[in-house]
């Protein structure tokens, strides 16, 4: 699937430990239909094979709402599952490398928490940068802080677009407003809430303020 910015307006992460009565498949059906606009697939325990073909399940149901289906680390589950491409860490494989890999049309975004590391993920051919923790994660408890000052300074150093990552809710986002980025990515606002097609329309509403 072609990459366009707009993709990245509400970008969901998935978290197994939110999975209840629900299926992981049922719950991302729910943000889809309230409105999500990427889905990240992300799967730190899954044995290689059945998180192909999770992978695979999930991108037909991504693709029949026109929605990309993004791999988290996974490189070679990426690939594998045909998904629509990969996001990676600082300390993951280099995007210049996935790249070569994976050709023009695969998506890849990448982790940046300083000026430095958004210049050299768009010079390495990134598609778009995850910014980020802008706000303490209940997914992520050590994940490096960043301000809303620094959020802004990262999105406006590079053409390429960004997400805002880390903690973002409906009670918090507000906060985000300037600070140039793309879209926001929500883990435990989506996956947590107890209506998770609901909380996806009401983020997917203020997204659309935040990020005009």
Known sequence: MKFDRGQLLLYAV?????VG????????????????????????HL???????????IKTL??????????????DVALQSGADGVHV????????????????????????K???????AQSA????????AVFPSPT???????????????????SIPAVAIGGICLDNADSLQGGGMAGIAVVSGIFGAQNIKTAAAELRKKAEVLCQ
């Open 47 to 57: 044995e290689s094979e059945a998180f192909i073909q999770e992978a695979v399940a």
């Open 140 to 158: 992520k408890k050590n994940a490096v802080r960043i301000t809303a000052g620094q959020l802004h300074e990262i999105c406006k150093s590079v």
């Open 125 to 132: 051919g990134a598609d778009y940068l995850g910014v980020g």
């Open 62 to 75: 991504c693709h029949r709402y026109n929605v990309p289906l993004i791999i988290n680390d996974n490189v």
């Open 89 to 112: 860490g600082i300390e993951d494989m280099p995007v210049s490398e996935i790249r070569k890999m994976a050709g023009e049309d695969f998506i890849i975004g990448a982790t940046a």
């Open 14 to 18: 998935t978290d197994r430990s939110f």
């Open 21 to 44: 009565a629900k299926t992981l498949y049922t719950q991302i059906e729910d943000a889809l239909t309230g409105g999500v606009t990427m889905v990240q697939l992300r799967e730190k």
């Open 114 to 120: 300083t000026v430095k590391q958004a210049l050299a």
